[in-house]
């Protein structure tokens, strides 16, 4: 799995849909604002075109949704899923399980869930394996680099310029090298 395109913490409006009054809901993913039937719609595009999954006055069970949504239409390479949701509307959320195949939707999104789930920790710790390799290595070359800079700073003027004399131009130490001999002359 890789990191989905769309974060749940940024907002794109070329996704709001074509509505006037319709907006992207900030930090979460596939929750628009939408004062027309109620204040929130959970919506998302998949390769197949625009779902609705629908209508909401409360944003914690709208965005609950819209992880189904994200979920069942196996689009969470795309969006990220909305973390931190708070109490969700009971009430509103046993009225949209009781439509159509609503409550089946739920199932099918908590069976794939768990597997995306494991994907998510997995991929999660690539990333941070992959942060502490580039820390070792940035590590490494700061060592060397110091160990390099106080070889340069060590050297009397003569090997300065035998270090210089035998360096290529484009070898960075070279340059560093050249000011060093330059500030012992003056």
């Known amino acids: 799995m890789k990191k989905p395109e769309i974060s749940h913490t940024k907002s794109d409006p070329a996704l709001a849909g074509t509505s006037g009054d319709s907006s ?20 998302i595009r998949t390769p197949n075109g625009w779902k609705s999954f629908g209508h909401f006055n409360d944003l914690e069970t709208a965005s609950y949704v819209a992880n189904i949504a994200i979920l069942v239409e196996q689009c969470e390479d795309r969006y990220e899923l909305n973390t931190g949701l708070g ?19 739920e199932k099918q999104a908590a069976e794939r869930y768990k597997r995306v789930k494991s994907e998510l920790e997995a991929y999660k710790n690539q990333v941070l394996e992959e942060e502490r390799q580039k ?9 060397a680099h110091e160990e390099k800079m106080s070889m340069l700073r060590g050297m009397t003027k003569e090997e300065l310029v035998e270090f210089i004399n035998s360096a290529s131009g484009s070898d960075p130490y070279y340059v560093i090298a050249k000011g060093e001999l330059r500030n012992r002359q003056n």
């Open 24 to 43: 992207w809901v900030d930090g979460r993913n596939c929750v628009y604002s939408d004062s027309a039937i109620a204040n929130y719609r959970v919506s």
């Open 87 to 105: 109490e969700k509307d009971k009430q509103a959320l046993a009225r949209w399980r009781n439509q159509g195949n609503n409550r089946e939707l």
């Open 135 to 143: 820390q070792r290595k940035e590590a490494e070359w700061q060592q």
